[in-house]
């Protein structure tokens, strides 16, 4: 039982889907946040 939890297989698969995750989420994120700023752009030059 010398086995660290940082070591087991199931604990590197929960780690990897946290970090899809998230990755996803912050990309929806700043795509929100650019296609905000192009319609205030748009709003502005007209």
């Known amino acids: ?3 660290s939890i940082l070591n087991t297989s199931a604990f590197r698969y929960i780690f ?3 970090v899809i995750v ?3 989420t912050l990309s ?3 795509q929100d946040v ?3 700023r ?3 752009e748009k709003k502005t030059r007209v």
């Open 1 to 3: 039982m010398n086995k």
């Open 16 to 18: 990897e889907i946290i």
């Open 22 to 24: 998230f990755s996803v």
């Open 28 to 30: 929806f994120y700043i």
């Open 34 to 36: 650019l296609n905000d």
């Open 38 to 40: 192009e319609k205030i």
